[in-house]
């Protein structure tokens, strides 16, 4: 196992994007590589000469998720893992155990994390179990520490371009359908920075609730209540769609 790919995907956040990348400098374990997708511009100059891990990528700004699959496709490491650029590594630790799951068997591993919120309220842990029943339910996975083998990609394709606000939980059911296990790493690891410009909040629910609906026909599941990760930490039970 030649180590980790750590991609950060981003777009015009470069107060944040510094904060991430020295999050995964500071793992005990380091990556084989930083990937930067640049969605916007001007990631290049911000980051600067931060580290010679760090590569960045134009992604020509075509959207969130061709620029998560630009990072798998650059990829170099046997393991892939994600952070959202506006969240951040909280256990040094992480990287180190989510690679020994991997070494140890795993196909796929989440994570635990704490929802920070912006506004000064306190923290809310994020702490579930998924497999591939619940996850017909519910996206109880956090994206940011997402730890996986990038040869499932061979077997299961890429994210799915079609579905920009629910790629990440329609990959992890193709994960779990296709028969992989999902490891939970039972471990406050990463800090999710709730704030208005999170791609679920409110001012996007008519396209979140129309790709919602898309995803749960690709699936054959019944219509699901429109949620977030908020919603889900605080037991709510979401829009009906």
């Given at each position: 196992?030649?180590g980790?790919?750590?991609?950060i ?11 991430a ?25 911000a ?9 960045v ?15 798998v ?13 506006d ?57 940011s ?17 079609a ?29 999710i ?20 609906m ?20 605080t ?7």
């Amino acid at each position: 196992m030649n180590g980790i790919s750590v991609i950060i995907p981003t777009r015009g956040r470069h107060h944040f994007l510094r904060e991430a990348i020295l999050s995964v400098l500071s793992q005990a374990e380091q990556p084989r590589e930083i990937i930067v997708v640049d969605d916007g511009t001007g990631a290049k100059e911000a980051v600067g000469p931060l580290h010679p891990l760090i590569r960045v990528l134009d992604n020509k700004q075509r959207g969130p998720v061709p620029a998560r699959n630009l990072g798998v496709a650059e990829a170099k490491a046997d393991l892939i893992c994600f952070l959202d650029d506006d969240d951040w590594f909280i256990d040094k630790d992480y990287l180190a155990y989510a690679t020994h799951a991997c070494a140890n068997g795993a196909d796929f591993c989440y994570t635990d994390g704490r929802l920070v919120f912006e506004d000064g309220r306190p923290d809310l842990p994020f702490e579930f179990h998924a497999d591939a029943s619940t996850l017909t339910r519910d996206n109880t996975i956090l994206i940011s520490g997402v730890v996986y083998r990038r040869s499932l990609h061979d077997g299961l394709g890429f994210f799915d371009e079609a579905l920009p606000y629910y790629w990440d939980w329609d990959w992890y059911l193709r994960v779990a359908r296709a028969g992989h296990a999902l490891t939970h790493i039972e471990r406050s690891s990463v800090a999710i920075r709730v704030h208005a410009r999170n791609m679920s909040g409110e001012s996007l629910e008519v396209e979140r609730r129309r790709n919602l609906m898309l995803f749960s026909t690709k699936h054959g599941l019944p219509p699901l209540p429109l949620k977030n990760h908020l919603d889900i930490a605080t037991g709510a039970t979401g829009k009906q769609t």
